[in-house]
T-cell receptor, first 119, second 109 residues
Framework: DTGVSQDPRHKITKRGQNVTFRCDPISEHNRLYWYRQTLGQGPEFLTYFQNEAQLEKSRLLSDRFSAERPKGSFSTLEIQRTEQGDSAMYLC?????????????????FGAGSRLTVL | GIQVEQSPPDLILQEGANSTLRCNFSDSVNNLQWFHQNPWGQLINLFYIPSGTKQNGRLSATTVATERYSLLYISSSQTTDSGVYFCAVAYNYGQNFVFGPGTRLSVLP
């Protein structure tokens, strides 16, 4: 088990371009989360998957953002027509959990993040 | 939505000192976790502690769920403890974690 992997670690792009980030969670984890963190702030929730189902999406996530988790394994986060305000660290976390304390504690394990800079 | 506050926002300590970090939350939660973000940005899970007290080496944490706060204690601090400490809470069994703004700790040699 190599933990949560994110790729790429750094991405520099020009405004208007599309970018895609990939997250490989811990293999037995059924939940996968995407967060965004800007300088000096705490992580902000973007979206969450239980297996392959996207169960919640933040109101912060505009229509330019889309996330998938095909087959309940890895996940991708795509940002279309990037804007300078999208510059941030994009964090992925995974956990094993369910709908009660009995089914799992949902202890989050984070990846190292993907830093996006939009010029 | 649930609000999370952390105090103090910044803390500077001499190596060997002890410290207490606080996390207040505005509503009942059933999941609370403490994280350390190192200077390279990696978030490390320190504790899963929705209630009660846990200890792990020089670190310990206490959550009083009925009074809606949690405390993280760091004893005999080391320079490697520097970074930002976040608490994160969820009220729906971990479907959506809300993070606090963090406490930035600097431990000086």
């Amino acid at each position: 088990d190599t933990g949560v992997s994110q790729d790429p670690r750094h991405k520099i792009t020009k405004r208007g371009q599309n970018v895609t980030f990939r997250c490989d969670p811990i293999s037995e984890h059924n939940r996968l989360y995407w967060y965004r963190q800007t300088l000096g702030q705490g992580p902000e929730f973007l979206t969450y998957f239980q297996n392959e189902a996207q169960l919640e999406k933040s109101r912060l996530l505009s229509d330019r953002f889309s996330a998938e988790r095909p087959k309940g394994s890895f996940s991708t986060l795509e940002i279309q027509r990037t804007e300078q305000g999208d510059s941030a660290m994009y964090l992925c976390a995974s956990s094993l959990g369910g709908w009660s304390l009995i089914s799992g504690a949902n202890v989050l394990t984070f990846g190292a993040g993907s830093r996006l800079t939009v010029l | 939505g649930i609000q999370v506050e952390q105090s103090p926002p910044d803390l500077i300590l001499q190596e060997g000192a002890n410290s207490t970090l606080r996390c207040n939350f505005s509503d009942s939660v059933n999941n609370l976790q403490w994280f350390h973000q190192n200077p390279w940005g990696q978030l490390i899970n320190l504790f899963y502690i929705p209630s009660g007290t846990k200890q792990n080496g020089r670190l310990s944490a206490t959550t009083v769920a009925t009074e809606r706060y949690s405390l993280l204690y760091i004893s005999s601090s080391q320079t490697t403890d520097s970074g930002v400490y976040f608490c994160a809470v969820a009220y729906n069994y971990g479907q959506n974690f809300v993070f606090g703004p963090g406490t930035r700790l600097s431990v000086l040699p």
